[in-house]
């Protein structure tokens, strides 16, 4: 699964630039652009935030993300995509992941980004330290979403 020369993912250990990065999937073909941009809070569970701390496997890490570039190419009519996450230290309101995807129609585009965000939680071995006035957490890993009801299969009889 190969992604095309002119998508963006990496890692990186400086200041995420967003406006590059959606100038960079924009194309006279494309009729959106759907960003993602995760960025640190000043919070959690009701503690005040201090700053966060993102480590990877970065071998692994980057490969995962190339994987996930590549499925969106291979499952969603889309023309290009960046998808960048930050390690180190990050500051409150510096951006920690950014996506964007691009494509003719707006509902691929949502789909798509939407797709990498869920995917990326779940697969892709980074980790968040998040510190506060009186020590850290580690941060737990997002779990996939539960099927519904509707949608479980039913054991056979």
Known sequence: MATPSTDITS????????????ASVRGNG?????IFDG???????????????????????LAKVQEIAAYLHNH??????????????????????YIAVSAAHRAVAFD???????????TVPIWKKEYFEDGYVWA???LPPVPSATSAVKPAS
């Open 39 to 61: 960025f640190v809070r000043d919070h959690f569970k009701n503690r005040r935030t201090l700053y966060l701390e993102y480590e990877a496997y970065e071998p692994m890490a």
């Open 140 to 142: 737990d890993g997002e």
């Open 112 to 122: 798509a980004c939407r797709y990498a965000i869920d995917t990326l939680k779940r």
């Open 11 to 22: 890692l990186v250990h400086e200041p995420i630039d967003p406006v590059a990065l959606a």
């Open 76 to 97: 969603f009519p889309i023309h290009r995509v960046a998808l960048v996450h930050r390690l180190g230290r990050l500051e409150i309101g510096e951006t920690s992941v």
């Open 30 to 34: 494309d009729g959106a652009i759907v």
